[in-house]
Every structure is written in C-alpha cells, then in structure tokens.
C-alpha cells in the first residue's frame, strides 16, 4: 500500500511514518516545510514539500497513491480568533477531500480532535457519542478541528469517501520537534511549571496513536470516529507520575479555578492592549480548570490499539529531548519562575 501522510515532519507525523515503514509500506511525506527531520532522513520514503492550500501540489503528491492520513493541522491557541484556522484546518480539508475523491482513494484517515466531542467524568468519561460544546471556549483552533471533521463525515456519507476519524487525546512521547505537548513535561524537569491548573486530560502515548492509525487503513470502519487515548489524569496527578519519572521531587502550587480564570482574564486583556501574546489567554484558562476525560475504550476495542504505561511516554519523550539537546541542566532546589509559568496548560488534544 502506498500512503500520502500529509504534516509528515510533526510529532505525531514520524511516529506513524516510522509505524508504516515497518509495516512495508510505501510512503510519501507531505509537509510545507523544508526541514527534514532527521529520524525521517534515514528511512527509504519520498518527500513532497507543498501546502495542502494548493490542489495542484496535493494532486501530484497523491499520484500513484492507495490511502491518504490527514494530520496536518494549525494548532495554536493565540491568537484565539484567525481566518489562519479556517483556512488551513478546513479548506486545507476540503481541498484534500476533493483531490483524494478524484484520485479514487482506497482509504482516508482524518486526524482530528477529542476536542470535536465533550468530555465527562472519571466515572462517566467522554465518548465519541458525546456532542461537541466545544465552542464556548472561543478558540478558532477547536471550533475549526470540528468544522473539518464534519466535512470528512459529510464526505462519507453524501460523496462515498471511503473516510474515518482518529481523535488523539493529549500525546506525550518522542519526536516532539516544536515542542508541542511535551512543553508540559519540559517545563515540569525544568522547574519553570510554577503552578498546576485543577482541570485535567486524558494522556496517550503518541506511539499507540500511530499503531491506532496505522490499524484502521485495514480494520477501521468508513464513517466511524475513535478516540485515541489512554489514561485520564488530573495535572496534579500527571506532576507526580512524572516526578518519579524524571527523578525529581513534585512541586508546583495548585491554583483554585477562580484564581487561574481571573489571571487568564487579566493577562488576555494586557496582550490584547500590548499586542503581544499572553501568559495565560483566558480560553486557554478556561480549559486549564476542565477535566476533560474521555473513553479510548471503542478504538482499543476496533482498532487494536495499544494501551502503552503514560510512564514509558514520559521517559522516553524525555531521553529524546535530552538526545536532542532540549533540556539543560538545572537545579530544582532553585527553581527559577518561567516567563510562561501556565501556557503549558495549552490545548493540544
């Protein structure tokens, strides 16, 4: 099977490239930047640099190809509102929908968001039944991961796109080049983390999201969507997991939800004025104070996925950024306060 992976050279990107290659498979990485990442170098892949806003660049990419898996995506949380987000995380969609329909594609993987569905409780987790309330957060991040998965399940059913939905939770594990959500962690064995927020996230192993996908070009059902997780944890509860992990003692000073609210507020206010982008927005607040546990139970059920200790993807997403020259050496008796003490509380689910 030959595959277009499109946002190839992020986290979730070269774990699934690494995935599909030991499966046999062929793969072409489709990214807008030039940067290679190394641990894609060595591997016998073909590279396509383009936009998935340009069908002519999405058309030559596709050629020759049976399966299409969709990561790439605008994730930011500032500016909270931009067209940026309707314009890569949607018509980007859209336009790979049309091209993929043309190219008679055998399969077509969107990755999406557990943002797309509400959350629940420890007792009562989210599924993929529960409906999306996403938009009071006001963040065009999540609104647009939502708007896009519709078109894929639209696609589905009223143009017979052979589509499903993989909705990663929050993924911890190597690879993170940005860093993306293993700011988190970094930040923690750092000492910068000053302060816990009280919501919560369920966590996965970026690895068992990639075998997930990687499954379902063969066992995943059209039209279905999975939530790809793990293991929900309070922030609090996530520290200490990864204090003994980094070998490190816990710290951090739980904040009450009032009080990270009203800095959220506060601090979106002085951005706005100064134009710069804030410690803390106050959407990004809001879901700091969230719980947002889901159920992975329906994509370890069909899909096979993996349930990987949250303790391995810590360790081994922190022997990567060691490797990898992220993080320096520091003395957690002498913690110094991060400039952006709370912006790793951002949504990256």
């Keep these: 099977?030959?595959?277009?992976?499109?946002?190839?050279?992020?986290?979730?990107?070269?774990?699934?490239?690494?995935?599909?290659?030991?499966?046999?498979a062929e793969v072409v990485a489709f990214d807008c930047s030039s940067k290679i990442p190394k641990a894609?170098?060595?591997?016998?892949?073909?590279?396509?640099?383009g936009s998935i806003l340009k069908k002519s660049d999405l058309k030559k990419a596709i050629k020759g190809c049976d399966a299409v898996i969709h990561t790439a995506a605008m994730v930011k949380t500032w500016p909270t509102r931009s067209t940026d987000f309707n314009e890569v995380n949607v018509v980007g969609t859209e336009n790979?929908?049309?091209?993929?329909l043309e190219a008679g594609i055998q399969k077509f993987i969107y990755v999406g968001s557990t943002s797309s569905f509400n959350f629940g409780t420890l007792k009562k987790p989210g599924t993929e039944k529960s409906p999306f309330k996403g938009f009071h957060y006001g963040?065009?991040?999540?609104?647009?991961?939502?708007?896009?998965?519709e078109l894929v399940l639209n696609a589905v059913l009223h143009s017979g796109l052979p589509a499903l939905v993989i909705n990663p939770t929050y993924m911890i594990g190597p690879y993170d080049t940005r860093p993306g959500s293993g700011r988190l962690l970094l930040s923690f064995y750092k000492g910068q983390l000053k302060f816990l927020p009280p919501g919560g996230k369920n966590f996965v192993h970026t690895r068992d999201v990639a075998i997930a996908i990687a499954n379902a070009l063969t066992i995943g059902k059209v039209g279905a969507c999975y939530i790809a997780g793990h293991e929900n944890l309070s922030?609090?509860?996530?520290?200490?997991?990864?204090a003994k992990v980094l070998k490190i003692k816990p710290y951090g000073i739980r904040l009450?939800?009032?009080?990270?609210?009203?800095?959220?507020v506060i601090s979106h206010l002085v951005a706005n004025l100064l134009g710069r982008k804030p410690i803390l927005s106050f959407p990004v607040a809001k879901i700091a104070c969230?719980?947002?546990?889901?159920?992975?139970?329906?994509?370890?059920?069909?899909l096979n996925m993996p349930q990987t200790p949250i303790e391995t993807a810590m360790e081994e997403a922190c022997d990567w950024f060691r490797t990898n020259g992220y993080c320096e050496e520091v003395s957690?008796?002498?913690?110094?306060?991060?400039?952006?003490?709370l912006e790793t509380a951002n949504y990256e689910g």
């Design 256 to 264: 009450p939800a009032f009080l990270l609210k009203l800095v959220g």
């Design 96 to 100: 790979l929908i049309e091209i993929a």
């Design 40 to 49: 894609l170098n060595i591997l016998p892949i073909d590279f396509f640099k």
């Design 235 to 242: 922030y609090n509860e996530f520290m200490q997991k990864a």
């Design 139 to 149: 963040l065009d991040y999540i609104d647009s991961k939502f708007y896009a998965q």
């Design 1 to 24: 099977m030959k595959i277009l992976v499109t946002g190839a050279y992020g986290m979730l990107g070269v774990n699934l490239i690494k995935e599909l290659v030991d499966r046999e």
């Design 332 to 341: 957690h008796s002498e913690n110094t306060i991060s400039k952006q003490p």
């Design 290 to 302: 969230d719980k947002q546990y889901f159920s992975p139970q329906k994509a370890v059920r069909e």
